[in-house]
């Protein structure tokens, strides 16, 4: 059973940074597609970040520049660093796997074709 365990989201102020961690557990695969996504407040859940097995990466306009998406592959951990924090950030950040992806305009990119997801974690960026 794949489980994704997220971890490291908080309350900073604006300007701030986090990062945040996804665990992934159950699986010996190495070579998900793995995502970042986040709900704001009264918003549909949209793509932050991705990173493909390969390892090419993926950001939504409103982030590039300020976050950055990696992953240990020994680990198996997916991390997002959020730089440049702005009130307008305030979310709760998921992170997604899949198995069969290989690309995906993370912008625009429907969240229900994700395998599996984690539970969440709260992002607080208060001005």
């Known amino acids: 059973q794949v489980r994704l365990v997220e971890s490291g989201g908080g309350s900073v102020q604006s300007g701030g940074s986090l990062t945040l961690s996804c665990a992934v557990t159950?699986?010996?695969?190495?070579?998900?597609?793995m995502a970042w996504f986040r709900q704001r407040p009264g918003k549909e859940r949209e793509g932050v970040a991705a990173v493909s097995g390969d390892g090419s990466k993926t950001y939504a306009d409103s982030v590039k520049g300020r976050f950055t998406v990696s992953r240990d592959t020994v680990k198996n951990t997916l991390y997002l660093q959020m730089n440049s924090l702005k009130p307008e950030d305030t979310a709760v950040y998921y992170c997604?796997?899949?198995?069969?992806?290989?690309?995906?305009?993370?912008?625009?990119?429907?969240?229900?074709?994700?395998?599996?997801w984690g539970q969440g974690t709260q992002v607080t960026v208060s001005s």
């Open positions: 997604a796997a899949d198995s069969t992806l290989l690309s995906v305009v993370i912008g625009t990119v429907d969240p229900s074709i994700f395998e599996f």
């Open positions: 159950g699986s010996t695969d190495r070579g998900y597609f």
